[in-house]
């Protein structure tokens, strides 16, 4: 018996998180749709059938068995403890909680053991550290990983729907040779790349590109990992991509990484052919492919990776924290 | 008294050629376009004229004093010789004669003192070598540049305007709803991402990655350099970025990279925002921003750099070292 919400659930990512529910049969009894207050008070169709969405708030979480969060940090930050007194486990997509020592940051494919430890809350990490971490994972062991330079081109999408309509809008603009308004984005996106992935920090780096090194290092349970991501919007609707070049204690070959990587669930090792975002959209699996000896970390490698950051970088990955917390037989 | 050819005149760069040796006033008594049997015969406007367009061939160089060339390798192997036997100083944009030692290989703001030692012919680089080049130029005294990792952002105007028409055709059967056709790029374009410029080698890189390492060892004098590129096509129309993370011998800080870089000509040293394609598109300069102290390599230091490669990249570089070869007085 499992009562389910969505926080956030009119978003992106929310509306992602209510297709991989049907789509893997996850037993849902119950569904409760939460959404801003802006967003609430309309009708979501969600696992067949309608669904009110409502105003999501402390006491919106009664009986709940499971909350599914995808609605910001500061959202997360004031509801995530009602819903966790509520008795819900809660599944957070923000960052709000992602570094705390008492809650596990989850890539089941990768530190799944580490749920066990969970008190109710389990935090998704950010979409790039999965692209990232599920290419690089097998590197742990096979090679000894020491360091990461990983350049990313990030669709539009993963900064919501909104910056989804911005792209379109000024796709528009240009046919009509009208001037392009940017919004969401801090220039025009349309035949535009934009090395701006979230603020800028102090020493020069996105937040962006410090939750990837911050995040890395926790998953792949490697402290003292040297990270250094530059992160760059492109302008494609869904999936993003990253290069990987990456330094490593021993030599490891490219066969040797395609072999292990061809073992593990939700990889499209990509020997041959070149993965691009729009072989990866709608899809659940991260390619990897160009695996190839590289030219300034000796020992070391570079690589290409895509993955439909909506799916296995935000919704998909949370539904399989649940499931796997939550003992459900896997479905689809 | 000057009398210019153009090989390769209809072609992106070749009216990028044009468009420059007029901005540039660059004395021209007499031009020459010349151009494939395909494109010849009809007529091109320059420099305030009406020009024949005829076709390229060995007997159609006598008494001309420089011959610019963009119109492949192939075609510069052939006509090359050719147009030196007749008189005239080559600049060839082709990778043809890149590598041959008795051929100078030159950005003059970098190197124009190589130009010294040519027989006739001079090669122009590939265009996202200039960019890297004149973004870590200032390292090589400042930090003793020691490797470089680098992710290309390469606007489809790179592959010729054939490639431009392309991304256009793909973005009006998509509005239409119509499956999308490619014939230049191995994918589509249009809201997507190709990290495949020109062919793959044996080893994994691509050609273009190979000519980036090895041109840029040559420029900047340094032939053991380590360098590592990732090479992708993304949606832009014109003018290339890259990412930089770059290791070196002694740190040096973001303040005194801005500062170098800022005393050079032919740099917008971008300290505050952030320079994106469209910041470049059409302008001379090469744009360098988000410069900061690296994390994986120490020292060394990480940076975005933008270049419109049709200027720069291409036409203007090989103007300006016709210029140089040539002592004309610099224009506009």
Redesign the interface.
């Given at each position: 018996m499992s009562r389910v919400a969505v926080v956030g659930a009119t978003g992106a990512v929310g509306r992602e998180m209510l297709a991989v529910l049907e789509q893997r049969c996850f037993p849902v009894d119950e569904l409760r749709l939460l959404a801003s207050d802006r967003s609430a008070g309309g009708s979501l169709r969600a696992l067949g059938a309608d669904h009110e969405v409502r105003a999501a708030a402390a006491d919106a979480f009664s009986g709940v068995d499971l909350a599914l969060f995808s609605a910001g940090s500061r959202i997360a930050m004031e509801l995530a403890p009602a819903a966790r007194a509520a008795g819900a486990l809660v599944v957070d997509n923000s960052s709000a909680f992602r570094m705390r020592p008492d809650c596990p940051l989850v890539i089941p494919e990768i530190n799944g053991e580490t749920l066990a430890a969970h008190r109710g809350l389990i935090a998704n990490p950010n979409c790039s550290t999965i692209l990232l971490c599920m290419a690089v994972a097998p590197l742990v062991e096979l090679g000894g990983l020491q360091?990461?330079?990983a350049?990313t081109?990030q669709a539009v999408s993963g900064a919501g729907t909104r910056a989804v309509e911005e792209l379109r809008r000024q796709?528009a603009q240009e046919a009509r040779g009208e001037a392009l308004t940017a919004e969401i984005f801090?220039?025009?996106i349309s035949?535009?790349?934009?090395?701006?992935v979230q603020a800028?920090q102090e020493?020069?780096?996105s937040v962006e590109e410090t939750k990837v090194?911050d995040e890395t290092r926790r998953i792949l349970g490697l402290p003292g990992l040297?990270?250094?991501a530059?992160c760059?919007r492109?302008?494609?609707?869904r999936a993003h991509?990253a290069?990987v070049?990456a330094?490593l204690e021993r030599p490891v070959s490219?066969a040797a990484l395609y072999a292990a990587l061809s073992d593990r669930p939700g990889i499209q090792a990509a020997q041959e052919g070149?993965p691009?975002?729009?072989?990866a959209a709608g899809g659940d699996d991260v390619w990897v492919?160009?695996?190839?000896?590289?030219?300034?970390?000796?020992p070391g490698l570079?690589l290409?990776c895509v993955m439909d950051q909506l799916r296995k970088g935000a919704a998909l990955n949370a539904v399989q924290i649940a499931e796997l917390a939550l003992g459900c037989p896997r479905g689809a």
């Open positions: 360091g990461i330079v350049c081109y796709e801090p220039a025009p035949h535009n790349v934009i090395p701006f800028l020493d020069g780096f090194r040297a990270v250094s530059t760059v492109v302008p494609v609707l991509s290069t070049h330094g490219a070149i691009t975002p729009r072989d492919g160009r695996v190839r000896i590289d030219r300034v970390f000796r570079a290409w």
